[in-house]
């Protein structure tokens, strides 16, 4: 007599797993706290303590932060299939312990850039993983859900401690006091991922014995090169997927780089501006409560269209408009458009890739959208030096909706249906090629 393997025997489901995925979700508003320290004061700090005036000089830190998150997301996924997601989550909080402390003390950019190099690989890894482990525990049907709550604690940690650090910067100064935030949330980010986070790699596998592939080039036994090829360029949902998560990033690395600036360069003190560097992050983490979950009811691709087009009015408001009135309302319509699309392009994912190289794939499309702050960084900075921030703002805009006609147009309507008949495999797992 055989004895089942206990991989195959795991339960899929957002009810029989909550438990451990509540516990996910926790971790990830700690990987969000821990990003979200920088927003409202390092945009400050470059121009106030290290004098640097062009804004290409200042964006260099989101430069160096989107390519090696970017990077490292790609890596992510491929470590966690072959070594499990658990050592790769723990990994990306060790890598993070020294970034608070190189904030504090950094006596030139440089060390900035370099706190943010560390950054960027360890948000790759921590970021990355959570993401897949909650797709392995919830199966197909809620993966819409799921990715909402996950990318919903994110934001709202980013938000909770820009808006934070922006009070605390007020009242105790740029360094060290806001950074301190910082250490705090590594500190519980990985005292939780060590002795609280089980491995979810069996999900996967139990997964794996009853999928039916979406298509017949998505099938189980790719090989990277074939699996980057079909999530970046081939597969008409997953480059689409790729391209606008790429351009959302772009105008996150915008609104992270200059917007703090704008907003100190029109007379705005650092606690209003802490207020508006918090809105967007916020109104994007809480909304993704109700998106993540309405796109397994609705579809990917209406919400993905829908929320670039939101985003490109919400960035025109903020490059035409001036005053605090009108940026907060622009902050809000920005986090409203980004918390259609982010959830929504990670469930279109799951959608589409085996679970066999789920995790690859969700690298890869992680390593374009974040690749997206890099060009954000690069190409805002230099239309701002050449023309002004309303200009950089404005020709991001333009992009923000040019992207989601694309999606409009090459984005196939029916993988969501197809991925949501799949149940849980029984005891007779099911198998078609």
Same mark, same amino acid.
């Given at each position: 007599?055989?004895?089942?393997?206990?991989?195959?025997?795991?339960?899929?489901?957002?009810?029989?797993? &909550?438990? /451990?995925?509540?516990?996910?979700?926790?971790?990830?508003?700690?990987?969000?706290?821990?990003?979200? *320290?920088?927003?409202?004061?390092?945009?400050?700090?470059?121009? *106030?303590?290290?004098?640097?005036?062009?804004?290409?000089?200042?964006?260099?830190?989101?430069?160096?932060?989107?390519?090696?998150?970017?990077?490292? %997301?790609?890596?992510?996924?491929?470590?966690?299939?072959?070594?499990?997601?658990?050592?790769?989550?723990?990994?990306?909080?060790?890598?993070?312990?020294?970034?608070?402390?190189?904030?504090?003390?950094?006596?030139?950019?440089?060390?900035?850039?370099?706190?943010?190099?560390?950054?960027?690989?360890?948000?790759?890894?921590?970021?990355?993983?959570?993401?897949?482990?909650?797709?392995?525990?919830?199966?197909?049907?809620?993966?819409?859900?799921?990715?909402?709550?996950?990318?919903?604690?994110?934001?709202?940690?980013?938000?909770?401690?820009?808006?934070?650090?922006?009070?605390?910067?007020?009242?105790?100064?740029?360094?060290?006091?806001?950074?301190?935030?910082?250490?705090?949330?590594?500190?519980?980010?990985?005292?939780?991922? $060590?002795?609280?986070?089980?491995?979810?790699?069996?999900?996967?596998?139990?997964?794996?014995?009853?999928?039916?592939?979406?298509?017949?080039?998505?099938?189980?036994?790719?090989?990277?090169?074939?699996?980057?090829?079909?999530?970046?360029?081939?597969?008409?949902?997953?480059?689409?997927?790729?391209?606008?998560?790429?351009?959302?990033?772009? %105008?996150?690395?915008?609104?992270?780089?200059?917007?703090?600036?704008?907003?100190?360069?029109?007379?705005?003190?650092?606690?209003?501006?802490?207020?508006?560097?918090?809105?967007?992050?916020?109104?994007?983490?809480?909304? *993704?409560?109700?998106?993540?979950?309405?796109?397994?009811? $609705?579809?990917?691709?209406?919400?993905?269209?829908?929320?670039?087009? $939101? /985003?490109?009015?919400?960035?025109?408001?903020?490059?035409?408009?001036?005053?605090?009135?009108?940026?907060?309302?622009?902050?809000? &319509?920005?986090? $409203?458009?980004?918390?259609?699309?982010?959830?929504?392009?990670?469930?279109?994912?799951?959608?589409?890739?085996?679970?066999?190289?789920?995790?690859?794939?969700?690298?890869?499309?992680?390593?374009?959208?974040?690749?997206?702050?890099?060009?954000?960084?690069?190409?805002?900075?230099?239309?701002?030096?050449?023309?002004?921030?309303?200009?950089?703002?404005?020709?991001?805009?333009?992009?923000?909706?040019?992207?989601?006609?694309?999606?409009?147009?090459?984005?196939? %309507?029916?993988?969501?249906?197809?991925?949501?008949?799949?149940?849980?495999?029984?005891?007779?797992?099911?198998?078609?090629?």
């Amino acid at each position: 007599m055989t004895r089942r393997s206990p991989e195959i025997a795991a339960a899929l489901g957002l009810r029989q797993n &909550l438990a /451990q995925f509540m516990l996910l979700v926790a971790v990830n508003a700690m990987v969000g706290g821990t990003l979200g *320290q920088e927003r409202t004061v390092l945009p400050l700090l470059a121009g *106030q303590i290290f004098a640097l005036d062009l804004y290409t000089g200042a964006l260099t830190y989101i430069l160096a932060f989107g390519l090696a998150k970017a990077a490292t %997301n790609y890596f992510a996924g491929t470590l966690s299939d072959q070594y499990g997601r658990k050592p790769v989550l723990v990994a990306g909080w060790l890598i993070a312990l020294p970034v608070p402390l190189m904030l504090i003390t950094a006596p030139t950019w440089g060390w900035i850039v370099a706190a943010n190099v560390v950054l960027g690989i360890s948000q790759g890894l921590t970021w990355s993983t959570t993401i897949v482990m909650k797709m392995d525990l919830v199966g197909p049907a809620r993966r819409g859900l799921a990715m909402g709550l996950n990318e919903a604690a994110g934001y709202l940690g980013v938000a909770g401690a820009a808006l934070g650090t922006g009070y605390v910067a007020a009242h105790y100064g740029l360094r060290p006091a806001p950074f301190l935030l910082g250490a705090a949330f590594i500190a519980v980010g990985l005292g939780l991922s $060590v002795l609280t986070v089980r491995e979810t790699h069996q999900h996967a596998k139990t997964e794996a014995s009853g999928h039916v592939d979406s298509h017949a080039d998505a099938h189980a036994g790719l090989s990277n090169r074939e699996i980057f090829s079909l999530t970046s360029f081939r597969d008409r949902s997953l480059s689409s997927v790729s391209q606008a998560g790429l351009v959302n990033n772009l %105008n996150d690395g915008l609104a992270w780089g200059l917007f703090p600036v704008l907003f100190a360069g029109a007379g705005l003190g650092v606690d209003r501006i802490g207020i508006l560097a918090a809105a967007y992050p916020a109104v994007w983490g809480a909304g *993704q409560l109700l998106t993540g979950g309405l796109s397994d009811k $609705v579809g990917r691709k209406p919400l993905i269209v829908g929320g670039m087009l $939101v /985003q490109a009015l919400a960035l025109a408001m903020t490059g035409l408009g001036e005053g605090f009135g009108i940026w907060l309302a622009a902050a809000i &319509l920005l986090g $409203v458009g980004t918390a259609m699309v982010y959830p929504t392009l990670l469930a279109a994912i799951g959608d589409v890739a085996h679970p066999h190289w789920r995790a690859r794939s969700v690298g890869i499309y992680r390593l374009w959208r974040d690749g997206g702050f890099a060009v954000g960084a690069l190409l805002s900075g230099l239309i701002a030096d050449a023309y002004g921030i309303p200009a950089a703002i404005i020709a991001v805009a333009v992009l923000t909706a040019a992207s989601g006609i694309l999606v409009a147009f090459r984005m196939r %309507n029916d993988d969501h249906a197809s991925a949501a008949t799949d149940e849980p495999p029984s005891t007779q797992p099911r198998h078609r090629v």
